[in-house]
């Protein structure tokens, strides 16, 4: 097999970054988690704050996606570029879940999904860089996070639409995994002023990605 030079893993990279922003995502592996829910009488109202939950987590998986893929081109190890590339392939599998969800309710993705992704990507490519052992910290941190944001979610669906808490606990199972995965390969503890400006960014992105 030819080894890529860098010029043909950044190519890779933005046809990857153009196919996730603005494409279908490639079918999941596993069942759909909604298909083993039946559909809810939802008010206007509820469909609407359904899909702004949904819409976001769609950006949170576009992002996912930009900051493994970012932080498997500059890690140091092969290792851990392969791991954070298989992390990449399981958040794709999130993607395609969510956008099906937002088909189902006949509502849109972030216009802005672009700018998710490629700040992501930036951000993972500079974790990267910082070395493995804060590679791996930015992932458990991150993930964290998520976790934390998908409890929220959870608590604010509707009751009876089984079909979208049926996918955010699917894809919280493999958000906790990730963290401990980070975890166990030795990633560092974040200073806290990182963990904070972590926190801001992903409460700047949930509020617009809700809406836009």
């Not at 206007?44 to 976001?56: F, S, T």
């Not at 392939?89 to 509502?107: A, F, T, V, Y």
Request: with cysteine.
């Amino acid at each position: 097999m030819r080894k890529l030079s860098l010029t043909d893993r950044l190519l890779d990279e933005l046809q990857h970054g153009i196919s996730t922003c603005h494409l279908r995502p490639a079918p999941a592996e596993r069942p759909y988690p909604a298909d083993a829910a039946e559909q809810a009488e939802l008010s206007d109202q509820e469909r609407e704050h359904i899909a702004g939950l949904m819409r976001v987590n769609n950006a949170g998986e576009v992002a996912a996606q930009g900051l493994y893929r970012g932080q498997a081109l500059t890690a140091r190890k092969q290792a851990l570029s392969e791991a954070m590339n298989h992390a990449a392939q399981e958040e794709n599998e999130h993607l395609n879940w969510c956008q099906r969800r937002l088909g189902e309710l006949d509502q849109p993705r972030s216009l802005l999904d672009g700018v998710w992704y490629w700040g992501s990507f930036t951000i993972g490519a500079l974790a990267g860089a910082a070395g493995d052992k804060w590679s791996l910290g930015f992932v458990k941190e991150t993930e964290q996070q998520v976790c934390a944001h998908l409890d929220r979610h959870l608590e604010s669906l509707p009751q009876q639409d089984r079909r979208s808490r049926a996918i955010l606990e699917a894809m919280r199972v493999d958000e906790l995994q990730h963290a401990e995965n980070a975890a166990q390969a030795g990633a560092a503890e974040l200073p806290q002023p990182v963990k904070q400006a972590m926190t801001l960014v992903s409460k700047i992105m949930t509020f617009t990605a809700y809406r836009i």
